[in-house]
């Protein structure tokens, strides 16, 4: 960012030196063609110039080995580079398992970011060097896209669902955030920045903010706020509850009503909560109110960051059977004090 | 595909006498006669001028896109401007220029004079066509004459039909009506070549200009109404508030973009493939060669038109679709590239041998292939998943797609233009003047844009009306390219009309080109043909004796 | 295209068989042309629709409940007693045609008004539905309310949406149906056709089987389809 005319962008994360590695590899491709087809047009004009007016061109000699050459030839560099672009694409979409959530959440015309802890910015997001960090997305308006060039990646934010995005900073510095999906009047201003700190400078900074109440715990007072836990409550059992029990239910498989079988995770959470009516689980009654339009997005992380830390991923039994969320033809909250005493 | 008919026909008197005959032009004098023509070189003329006043528009948003630019903070307008000014230079060059360009006019003039037919199938479909068409911009110009509309040539939902204050519903109008238009002329293409081909005309002694306007045209037939609907579900859920895409009521905005790139994509080919037609032609006759892989190339545009429609989701890799989905997507786009890298390949082989000459056309020819052959390449760097993330919605792809479309497609317009031209007006335009406009479109449009490649890269993104200063160096580079390329496309406006009345007579053939259109008159007379040709052989056969004894002296063009 | 008669050096001024328009050569070539062109210009239409299908396929698996409680809501009766009209119609259409092949003028000028008759039934319906779902607010938009509370209404809208959206485009389609009948049957009330030239009530008969055929798909879509469920 200190030159006034780059030509390469910083390199920043985890990740973005293997894009850089892919886009050189292609680039070198790509002149490589670009100068032998120029080469061969400046050689031919020169070579076979019309020299007198009546004069013609050869007839042909049809070759079918080089039609079949450059079909092949080109297909193979395509599925190779293919290959590769989709293995970075994957890399890139797929967080590791210890990665700390954090919210983005657009609106015009700006970022509003929350920490894990809480604290919330806007327009800039403080993060740690080297850890990685996974950021869900969610739109209040209009489609917008969480663009950090130094990190090579992007994500839309889209009004209705949520999307997500992950990175691991490996530098120092302060880097562009910018919208990349057109929003309207101030789209160029839904800018800010990216500052990467040394993790004591960062716990420095986390301390000397205003400090929030960490997300679980937003989302644990919302889940008290809004009643959910009047229904949803764990170690009820027969016909006190009126709902599932939601421990140990992140990112298991629930068994619905139609006989089908869903994840539960951020965006089956999110729909559960707004449109309760969509996806019924199996022996539960559709007696559950709509929330749309009594929660916010930012909300929606919070009381998803609440269920979440009531049961993580790795502490639920493998194969996804027995669980709360999928209790057959037996309510389940009898199995759910169980999960609960699994938590640290 | 000279024919026997028309070289030995005692009724056609030598070029001299040629403009004194009644042709097409001076058949009928005044203004009814031309508004109501169902000649289809007249009904391109028609749309050679509404053409060049949409693109005169369409450049002239661009200017004010690119000065805006040259500084990093929004000096020239306010952001609401820009975002109308970069919204109106894109929903008027891509529908109203670029879509229509080459098929309505080089094609409505040329199709039926290439098939040896009197004229298309339909003439009143046709001339309806160009009505439909000045409705639909009708529309459009009345919504920019009244503010313009700031949602982007995409249209995107929701902020399309929830937030924008701007006039929406009469450009969707706009476009929706002008998609009629080039659903009647692609229909127009695909009957008459399939019904009005001279005897003996068999499909593969077509010119590679027909084919590329045959895949254009089911293109046209299958995708055109896709986007109808859509456009028309965006004007009812602003006006009838029918909210099918609308997020608050569980409507899907991502749905919007399946629909709207389904028909989007292939519309790229649509602007696409009559260029690849035009080149094919310009280089056979300016290298007097038969194309190389004759049939390859042919196969290559039907290809082209069908592996289109397969690729849409290439546009939404980061939108939140299926990362799965997003994988097949990216290994289909790729695919699309095999029969692009067929043509080029084939158009270079072509060379080989030939007997080359550096007319005008043939300089927009070269200069396409070069400029084509980067488009293609970036278009696959960016069909590439993990490059896709970084570059997609920025500058890189602001680049790439104005090499295919203003590299390609402009290109092959301005070189047919100056090819077909003769046989349009039967006039010649100043060689010199002509070749130095083609060289300062080449120069021009490359310091335009391939800086833009790098300010992708390094990350600025699209639709941007202020941005970072370190973005400036590259921006003022590509201002002072559009200045140049815009010096360079105003010139032909110039000598063209100028030609029209002081032009030298171009003579029926002045560029010694074989071809069904090459054997009648210049300008052709309203029937097209005195005969009605009898095709016995394949197109661009420079080496047949008789095409060699009869080979005129070419033209001098400066 | 094998045969081809000796042109007229000046084919504008020559004396044609009547219908031939000058561009073709033989009465044959312009009836394959314009037979190509309609059945090109109804995959378009197939097209057009296929765009609002999907939209609805896609809608109907998000919200299967919501789509089959407001399907729940239309009138059944009506919708049936409309595909009969419609199925009715069509043969009257290909009566009309037949009444061509055979010669018989009146009969055609008879079978296009019935299809045109009949035509004006299924629209007349129509509107009584119409008015039935504005008396019951469900028409989309600030004054909509959908009463059932298993599903949301936000999700009827939806459904709502897509109903009036693909009744009215077809509806469209059949007004402008009626007014090509209309032209028709006054065309051929003057004689213009017969059994050697009928080829624009093939195309006409063409464009009428295909909007039959469209409410076809629209009627157990949105009236049948989950209408009972649950």
Redesign the interface.
């Given at each position: 960012?200190e030159?006034?005319?780059?030509?390469?962008?910083d390199s920043a994360s985890a990740l973005s030196g293997?894009?850089d590695l892919?886009?050189i590899a292609?680039?070198a491709?790509?002149v490589f063609?670009?100068l032998l087809?120029?080469g061969?047009?400046l050689y031919?004009?020169v070579r076979?110039?019309?020299?007198h007016?009546?004069?013609?061109?050869?007839?042909?000699r049809?070759a079918m080995w080089?039609?079949i050459g450059?079909?092949v030839v080109?297909?193979a560099i395509?599925?190779a580079?293919?290959a590769?672009?989709?293995?970075?694409?994957?890399q890139?979409?797929r967080p590791p398992k210890d990665a700390v959530e954090f919210t983005a959440i657009g609106r015009?015309w700006m970022w509003k970011v929350q920490h894990p802890g809480g604290q919330r910015e806007i327009n800039t997001m403080h993060v740690p060097v080297g850890q990685p960090i996974r950021v869900t997305l969610a739109s209040e308006?209009?489609?917008h896209?969480f663009?950090i060039?130094?990190f090579?990646?992007?994500?839309?934010a889209?009004?209705?669902?949520f999307?997500s995005v992950w990175f691991q900073a490996t530098k120092p510095g302060t880097y562009?955030l910018?919208?990349?999906?057109?929003?309207?009047?101030?789209?160029?201003?839904m800018?800010g920045s990216v500052v990467v700190m040394e993790p004591q400078d960062y716990e420095t900074w986390l301390a000397g903010g205003a400090t929030g109440k960490s997300m679980v715990a937003s989302g644990a007072e919302l889940f008290q706020s809004l009643a959910c836990v009047t229904c949803h409550r764990a170690g009820a059992t027969g016909r006190i509850a009126r709902g599932p029990a939601l421990e140990g239910l992140y990112e298991r498989q629930v068994k619905l009503a139609?006989g089908r079988t869903v994840i539960a995770d951020d965006t089956y959470i999110r729909e559960s909560i707004l449109?309760p009516?969509?996806k019924i689980v199996a022996g539960w009654e559709?007696v559950m109110p709509?929330f749309?339009g009594q929660v916010s997005e930012e909300q929606l992380t919070e009381l998803i960051a609440y269920i979440r830390s009531l049961g993580p991923v790795g502490s639920a039994p493998a194969g996804g059977t027995g669980g709360p969320a999928e209790p057959g033809a037996a309510p389940a909250p009898e199995t759910a004090p169980q999960q609960n005493r699994e938590q640290p | 595909m000279s024919t026997s008919a028309v070289a030995e026909s005692p009724v056609v008197p030598g070029p001299e006498t040629a403009y004194e005959r009644p042709n097409y032009l001076n058949a009928v004098y005044g203004v009814r006669s031309w508004l109501l023509t169902r000649d289809h070189k007249r009904i391109a003329i028609l749309y050679l001028i509404s053409v060049t006043i949409f693109f005169a528009l369409g450049s002239l948003f661009a200017a004010l896109v690119r000065l805006e630019l040259l500084t990093p903070e929004g000096d020239l307008m306010g952001p609401d401007t820009y975002n109308r000014v970069f919204t109106m230079h894109g929903v008027v060059m891509v529908f109203f220029f670029l879509i229509p360009a080459i098929p309505a006019v080089l094609g409505n003039f040329l199709v039926p004079l290439m098939i040896g037919a009197k004229d298309l199938a339909m003439p009143k479909l046709n001339l309806a066509s160009w009505y439909v068409y000045n409705i639909g911009a009708a529309f459009t110009l009345w919504a920019i004459a009244n503010g313009g509309v700031d949602t982007g040539w995409t249209f995107y939902t929701p902020f399309s039909t929830n937030y924008s204050n701007t006039y929406v519903i009469s450009t969707a109008l706009g476009v929706f009506v002008a998609g009629f238009s080039s659903i009647f002329t692609g229909l127009n293409f695909i009957v008459t070549i399939h019904r009005m081909r001279a005897p003996g005309l068999t499909w593969f002694r077509l010119p590679l200009f027909i084919w590329s306007h045959y895949a254009t045209s089911l293109i046209i037939v299958l995708g055109t109404p896709v986007i109808a609907i859509t456009i028309l579900l965006v004007a009812a859920e602003r006006l009838l508030h029918l909210g099918v895409f609308d997020p608050r009521l569980g409507g899907d905005p991502i749905l919007f973009q399946h629909l709207f790139w389904f028909y989007s994509h292939p519309a790229v080919y649509i602007m696409i493939l009559p260029a690849m037609g035009v080149i094919s032609e310009l280089v056979a006759a300016f290298a007097r060669k038969r194309v190389f892989g004759y049939r390859f190339v042919a196969f290559a545009s039907v290809g082209i038109a069908v592996l289109g429609f397969l690729v849409w989701g290439h546009h939404m890799f980061v939108s939140g679709q299926s990362i799965y989905a997003a994988t097949i997507f990216s290994v289909l786009s790729m695919l699309v590239a095999v029969p692009s890298a067929i043509k080029v390949f084939n158009w270079t082989a072509t060379l080989y041998e030939g007997s080359i000459s550096y007319q005008t056309p043939m300089l927009y020819a070269l200069g396409f292939i070069g400029l084509f052959t980067i488009g293609g390449l970036t278009g696959v760097m960016i069909a590439t998943l993990g490059i896709d993330v970084h570059v997609h919605d920025t500058y890189f792809i602001v680049a790439h797609f104005h090499y295919i479309m203003v590299g390609g497609t402009i290109m092959a317009y301005m070189g047919g233009l100056h090819y077909w031209w003769p046989k349009i007006s039967g006039k010649l335009y100043p060689g010199f003047l002509s070749r130095l406009s083609a060289l300062l479109v080449f120069v021009g449009f490359n310091l335009t844009f391939a800086p833009q490649f790098i300010l992708g890269y390094l990350g600025m993104p699209r639709r941007y009306w202020s941005y970072p200063p370190e973005f400036q160096v590259l921006n003022v580079l590509s201002t002072a390219g559009a200045s140049i390329l815009g010096v360079g496309y105003v010139l032909p406006l110039f000598y063209f009309i100028w030609s029209m009345r002081y032009g030298k007579r171009s003579g029926d053939n002045p560029w010694g080109a074989v071809g069904l259109e090459w054997d009648t008159p210049s300008p052709p007379p309203t029937e097209n043909f005195y005969t009605t040709p009898v095709v016995t052989h394949g197109p661009y056969e420079y080496n047949r004796e008789e095409v060699h004894n009869r080979m005129t002296t070419e033209a001098t063009l400066g | 295209m094998a045969s081809q008669p000796l042109v007229e050096p000046h084919g504008h001024g020559a004396p044609h068989h009547a219908p031939l328009a000058h561009q073709f050569d033989t009465l044959e070539q312009q009836k394959e042309s314009s037979t190509l062109g309609m059945w090109l210009f109804l995959v378009t239409e197939i097209m057009f629709f296929g765009g609002l299908f999907l939209a609805y396929v896609v809608y109907r698996s998000q919200y299967p409940a919501a789509f089959s409680a407001a399907s729940h809501s239309l009138d059944v009766l009506l919708g049936g007693i409309n595909t009969a009209v419609l199925i009715g119609s069509s043969l009257t259409m290909a009566l009309a045609i037949w009444a061509a092949q055979v010669n018989w003028r009146k009969g055609i000028v008879i079978f296009l008004l019935a299809t045109i008759a009949l035509g004006s039934v299924f629209l007349g319906i129509k509107a009584v539905e119409y008015t039935d779902k504005f008396k019951h607010h469900h028409v989309p938009g600030a004054s909509f309310h959908f009463e059932d509370p298993r599903v949301q209404p936000e999700h009827a809208e939806i459904f709502f949406s897509l109903y009036f959206i693909m009744t009215g485009l077809h509806a469209t389609h059949m007004v402008i149906g009626i007014g090509v009948l209309a032209v028709l049957a006054i065309l051929s009330w003057k004689g213009k056709y017969s059994a050697e030239y009928y080829n624009p009530l093939e195309m006409a008969g063409l464009y009428w089987h295909f909007v039959d055929i469209v409410w076809i798909f629209l009627f157990p879509l949105l009236y049948l389809l989950g209408a009972h469920a649950r």
């Open positions: 960012m030159s006034q005319f780059p030509l390469f962008p293997d894009v892919l886009f292609w680039s491709v790509s063609f670009t087809i120029a061969l047009i031919f004009m076979y110039r019309r020299r007016p009546e004069e013609v061109g050869a007839s042909e049809a080089l039609e450059w079909s080109p297909l395509m599925l580079m293919f590769w672009g989709t293995r970075v694409f994957f890139l979409y015009q308006d209009v489609i896209s663009y060039p130094a090579r990646i992007k994500q839309d889209v009004p209705g669902r999307t562009h910018f919208c990349a999906e057109y929003c309207g009047t101030e789209h160029s201003r800018i139609d449109t009516t969509a559709p709509t749309q | - | -």
